[in-house]
């Protein structure tokens, strides 16, 4: 299709910074009191969790942003891939979808049917139904989803509820959000962006199944405000944990990327947010700009037990994922986040 679809900030790139939504969020009057609510707003969670029966809680979630790549029906599945994901963060299972479109009312409806068609299947993939949706006319495109789905009120994944000693499991590459700036001004090769669009299209339902038959104690996505935006929110101010560099996956030619300063306004803002909580040893500025980087539809971010963690690391690779121990958590330190090169 000839129409481009090309925004200057796609993907999750295009969000709000942590700090900037911090600073509103901690401001809004706080809602009534309510003993079913499990998750709400104030936890910096993936989703709102609510209690319904016995047994049972809903999870609600949407996400949506401008196009990341130029062809419509793949970007469908990137924008419902990511927008799925904050359901397996949470251990859930998908169950319905509501699509969020906007689109301009002069364009091209084929390809507003190839962004829902992409967007459709990886609903179904999930397992999930789509139920319905809301669209307005915009000069700018943009799609994703509001997405329900269920969870035992025992077993749900928080982002915050990590110990000392868990080990931390990453389990896609980073740097696709680099090789996507790359790929906007024509500097990515094929192969990177064929890595990047199979990551970003790659459902985290299969790392979650994995990691349902172990014991984790806390787990988030990687997505907007990169893997040490979301790191940090795990340790929420009361632990600190260590990052082993050469653990980390990621795209190699994101590296290079990073190193011509191909990256993003959105990952300056992730390191602005961590300024002050990370202590870099050994460490170069590209690598650096692989962890601060954004990542669309990013992997799951997962504190598990010691002994179980290269149980799930190999089931996970056995699973064809390229998940990773990448750190571990320890007491509280003068630093949140320590990374070791």
């Known amino acids: 299709m000839s129409e481009k679809l090309f925004c200057k900030s796609g993907g999750c790139t295009a969000k709000l910074g942590a700090g900037l939504l911090s600073h509103v969020l901690e401001r809004l009057p706080k809602a009534p009191y309510d003993e079913n609510l499990i998750v709400g ?6 989703g709102a969790v609510y209690k319904v029966a016995e047994g049972c809680a809903v999870i609600h979630t949407l996400d949506f942003f401008p196009p990341v790549v130029e062809d419509p029906y793949t970007f469908g599945q990137i924008a419902a891939t990511n927008a799925l994901s904050d359901i397996y963060a949470m251990g859930g299972e998908v169950k319905t979808a509501l699509n969020i479109v906007c689109f301009p009312e002069d364009g091209d409806l084929n390809i507003l049917g190839e962004i829902m068609r992409g967007g459709a299947d990886k609903v179904t993939e999930a397992g999930g139904s789509i139920a319905g ?3 307005i006319a915009d000069k700018d495109i943009k799609y994703g989803l509001s997405v329900t789905g269920v969870v035992d009120p025992k077993k749900i994944y928080k982002n915050n509820g990590g110990a000392v000693g868990d080990v931390l499991i990453l389990t896609k590459k980073l740097g696709v959000g680099l090789v996507c700036s790359a790929s906007r001004v024509g500097e990515a090769s094929e192969a990177a962006l064929s890595q990047a669009i199979k990551s970003m299209t790659t459902l ?4 979650c199944d994995i990691l349902k038959r172990h014991k984790v104690n806390a787990c988030t996505d990687v997505t907007g405000f990169g893997f040490l935006g979301h790191l940090r929110e795990m340790t929420e101010n009361r632990l600190s944990c260590e990052v082993y560099l050469d653990k980390v996956p ?3 030619e994101a590296l290079d990327y990073a190193n011509e300063y191909l990256f993003t306004g959105a990952a300056q803002k992730n390191r602005n947010y961590c300024k002050g909580h990370v202590r870099f040893e050994n460490v170069s500025f590209g690598m650096e700009e692989i ?12 504190a598990v037990a010691c002994d179980e963690a290269e149980e799930i690391v190999n089931e996970m690779k056995e699973a064809g994922l390229p998940a990773e121990a990448v750190g571990r958590l320890i007491d509280k330190t003068d630093y949140e986040i320590i990374v070791k090169g």
């Not at 707003?41 to 993936?46: A, E, L, R, V």
């Not at 985290?204 to 790392?207: E, P, S, V």
């Open 133 to 135: 949706g809301h669209s």
């Open 291 to 302: 962890l601060f980087d954004p990542q669309t539809s990013g992997g799951l971010l997962a």
């Open 41 to 46: 707003y104030n936890s910096h969670d993936d």
């Open 250 to 252: 990621y795209i190699k």
């Open 204 to 207: 985290n339902k299969y790392a």
